[in-house]
């Protein structure tokens, strides 16, 4: 019987060599995904849009003047005026009480004529006021009463530091959250200084108003500011 020979040692190197190399091509092949498969999300992806979510406002977008008077008409908002011009050569250090106007900085004849105007205006618009609350000192009552013609002083409105800290201003920002019945806004005029603690920078000046959006649970939305003229441009 003939013996075949043995391969030459070179011979059988060289194809090892090729079956290694074989194996590790078919190690590297992307496998193919079956057909009609979708890729999957990356792990922790969230979805682009969840349910129920609003699209938010672009941002610097401000509400028309028409949108703003619509939503005043319908009511639940809060309108926080801070009250109108005062003479600034008096001040507040020496008064014995809220009662003591005498030792009080006030309203000047322009911020009296001023305020008489906004609540002309606001008539004029058909917004609808309900409860007007005003902070204990003469310039808040007398801007609340010259405007609506009532006033109910509420310490929850009272003024003092611009600080936010400590619990000061907790009423009023409870205040500023809870929901206004509808087909009627809240009027509260106060001060300049509890506005910047609980919503921020800027300053109101005086006879501006910051429409407020009640959000439930202490949160509130600022959704315009009006200046003392401002209210014309409504329309």
Same mark, same amino acid.
């Given at each position: 019987?003939?013996?075949?020979?043995?391969?030459?040692?070179?011979?059988?190197?060289?194809?090892?060599?090729?079956?290694?190399?074989?194996?590790?091509?078919?190690?590297?092949?992307?496998?193919?995904?079956?057909?009609?498969?979708?890729?999957?999300?990356?792990?922790?992806?969230?979805?682009?849009?969840?349910k129920?979510?609003?699209?938010?406002?672009?941002?610097?977008?401000?509400?028309?003047?028409?949108?703003?008077l619509?939503a005043? %008409?319908?009511g639940?908002?809060?309108?926080?005026? %801070?009250?109108?011009?005062?003479?600034?050569?008096?001040?507040?250090?020496?008064?014995?009480?809220?009662?003591?106007?005498?030792?009080?900085?006030?309203?000047?004849?322009?911020?009296?004529?001023?305020?008489?105007?906004?609540?002309?205006?606001?008539?004029?618009?058909?917004?609808?006021?309900?409860?007007?609350?005003?902070?204990?000192?003469?310039r808040?009552?007398?801007?609340?009463?010259?405007?609506?013609?009532?006033?109910?002083?509420?310490?929850?409105?009272?003024?003092?530091?611009?600080?936010?800290?400590?619990?000061?201003?907790?009423?009023?920002?409870?205040?500023?959250?809870?929901?206004?019945?509808?087909?009627?806004?809240?009027?509260?005029?106060?001060?300049?200084?509890?506005?910047?603690?609980?919503?921020?920078?800027?300053y109101?000046?005086?006879?501006?108003?910051?429409?407020?959006?009640?959000l439930?649970?202490?949160?509130?939305?600022?959704?315009?500011r009006?200046?003392?003229?401002?209210?014309?441009?409504?329309?």
């Amino acid at each position: 019987m003939r013996t075949l020979p043995v391969p030459h040692r070179s011979m059988r190197a060289l194809l090892a060599l090729f079956l290694a190399l074989s194996l590790a091509a078919l190690a590297q092949a992307p496998a193919t995904a079956p057909k009609g498969a979708q890729p999957s999300e990356p792990k922790g992806a969230q979805p682009s849009e969840q349910k129920g979510a609003q699209p938010s406002e672009p941002k610097g977008a401000e509400p028309s003047g028409p949108s703003v008077l619509r939503a005043l %008409r319908e009511g639940g908002y809060i309108l926080y005026f %801070r009250h109108t011009a005062t003479d600034f050569s008096q001040n507040d250090d020496k008064m014995t009480g809220f009662e003591d106007c005498a030792s009080q900085r006030n309203l000047t004849d322009g911020g009296r004529a001023d305020a008489r105007a906004i609540g002309a205006a606001i008539r004029s618009l058909g917004i609808p006021i309900g409860e007007v609350l005003a902070s204990p000192f003469c310039r808040t009552r007398e801007t609340a009463e010259l405007m609506f013609g009532r006033a109910t002083v509420s310490t929850a409105v009272r003024g003092g530091p611009a600080s936010s800290e400590g619990a000061r201003y907790d009423a009023l920002r409870t205040l500023l959250g809870q929901a206004v019945p509808a087909k009627a806004n809240l009027a509260i005029s106060s001060h300049g200084n509890p506005f910047v603690a609980v919503a921020g920078p800027p300053y109101l000046a005086e006879g501006e108003a910051a429409v407020v959006q009640p959000l439930g649970d202490r949160a509130f939305r600022i959704v315009a500011r009006i200046k003392k003229d401002e209210w014309a441009t409504l329309r």
